[in-house]
């Protein structure tokens, strides 16, 4: 039990630690891969460089952190489920399977780093697919928070701004689709985390015994070598699932979902014309087959965010709709947008994130 405790505080704080860093290039990855196949959207470095500029002086540095109080609690608290739900996997496995040698090599060489690298896999896997209550409605409110500020009135007033922050967007969900509307683009978010973070713990464990690091030492050397270890593995896992990121963005910021219901008191100072909003028919957890599962049916919605959409506006019915939409209006090239500042924000927020988290483990475990 003091074990798994220590890998829940231990992950919070290393996950708080990575979301402050990296919260300026995730802004810009989620805009760009919102938006469509304008010529003006970024996609080079000097262009989301210029991006960046422009939403500065547009929103103010505030821009930057957008989003972040939904992430800072549910995203650091992913983070502790996260090592976790691993911890205890790679737990079971050392039971389940014991590895050849018995105690006194486990004792001497770390206990994790005995394990296959095929048991790491597996074990990240079911720590992403366990992350999945969290992770869904804390990406999308954060999702939709860094989009709907990307399309306020800069002019507006600071009380009309603070509409778009986590919490309001967080409630204004609730109030209009229920609870299942916080599971939009839930199916996708499985299927990236779970293999996403299977390669994410596979990647660091390997390069860990690479590099020959100690269990439990952060010092000297091996501080350098666990940060470039923890910044190869999250590089890697990104590049790994980037297009389904792209698809879960975009059904969970969809035009018709970001909009608030002007009927209700015009929420929102948005720029361009307002759409009315849909009543959701169907869930995540759908039992109607003859229901595409998350799809919310609407009239009268106008596309303001650059999804490939047909002329009729008509809402994505799913991932593989999305998919083959987007595909057709865009290109292939529509499934690496944002990839510049997402696998640039990669490295180091990872490289924190998994040095942060051997450090606090290091101390908590001197406190035993």
């Known amino acids: 039990m003091a074990s798994s405790?220590?890998?829940?505080?231990?992950?919070?704080?290393?996950?708080?630690?990575?979301?402050?860093?990296?919260?300026?290039?995730?802004?810009?990855?989620?805009?760009?891969?919102?938006?469509?196949?304008?010529?003006?959207?970024?996609?080079?470095?000097?262009?989301?460089?210029?991006?960046?500029?422009?939403?500065?002086?547009?929103?103010?540095?505030?821009?930057?952190?957008?989003?972040?109080?939904?992430?800072?609690?549910?995203?650091?608290?992913?983070?502790?489920?996260?090592?976790?739900?691993?911890?205890?996997?790679?737990?079971?496995?050392?039971?389940?399977?014991?590895?050849?040698?018995?105690?006194?090599?486990?004792?001497?060489?770390?206990?994790?780093?005995?394990?296959?690298?095929?048991?790491?896999?597996?074990?990240g896997f079911v720590a992403g697919i366990a992350c999945f209550l969290v992770s869904t409605p804390t990406e999308l409110v954060k999702c939709r928070a860094q989009v709907m500020a990307a399309k306020l009135d800069p002019n507006a007033s600071a009380a009309a701004l603070s509409e778009s922050g986590s919490w309001k967007v967080a409630k204004d969900v609730v109030q209009r689709f229920g609870f299942r509307g916080l599971y939009q683009g839930g199916w996708v978010t499985i299927l990236r985390d779970a293999p996403g973070y299977g390669v994410y713990f596979l990647s660091y464990e390997g390069l860990k015994r690479v590099l020959e690091v100690p269990p439990g030492d952060t010092s000297g050397i091996n501080t350098w070598k666990l940060l470039f270890a923890g910044g190869m593995a999250g590089t890697l896992s990104w590049a790994s699932i980037y297009p389904l990121d792209v698809i879960k963005t975009r059904l969970q910021t969809q035009p018709h979902l970001v909009e608030t219901d002007v009927h209700r008191g015009g929420r929102l100072p948005i720029t361009s014309p307002t759409a009315r909003i849909p009543a959701a028919t169907t869930g995540l957890l759908s039992?109607?087959?003859?229901?595409?599962?998350?799809?919310?049916?609407?009239?009268?919605?106008?596309?303001?965010?650059?999804?490939?959409?047909?002329?009729?506006?008509?809402?994505y019915k799913g991932m593989v709709d999305c998919a083959l939409r987007s595909y057709r209006s865009e290109g292939m090239g529509v499934f690496m947008r944002g990839a510049t500042p997402a696998l640039l924000r990669a490295f180091p927020v990872n490289a924190v994130t998994f040095f942060v988290y051997e450090l606090v483990m290091g101390e908590l475990q001197k406190l035993e």
């Open 287 to 315: 039992k109607n087959h003859g229901e595409q599962r998350g799809l919310l049916v609407y009239q009268g919605s106008s596309s303001r965010q650059g999804h490939s959409q047909s002329p009729s506006s008509t809402p």
């Open 5 to 123: 405790v220590n890998d829940f505080i231990a992950g919070y704080i290393s996950g708080v630690a990575g979301l402050i860093i990296g919260s300026p290039l995730d802004v810009l990855k989620v805009r760009l891969q919102a938006q469509g196949s304008s010529p003006s959207v970024g996609r080079s470095i000097p262009q989301n460089k210029s991006t960046l500029s422009t939403m500065v002086q547009n929103e103010g540095i505030r821009s930057l952190f957008k989003g972040i109080a939904s992430p800072i609690v549910g995203l650091a608290g992913l983070n502790s489920i996260l090592f976790a739900s691993y911890s205890a996997t790679m737990r079971a496995f050392d039971v389940l399977s014991p590895v050849p040698g018995g105690a006194a090599k486990m004792a001497a060489l770390g206990g994790e780093a005995l394990q296959p690298l095929s048991h790491v896999f597996a074990a």
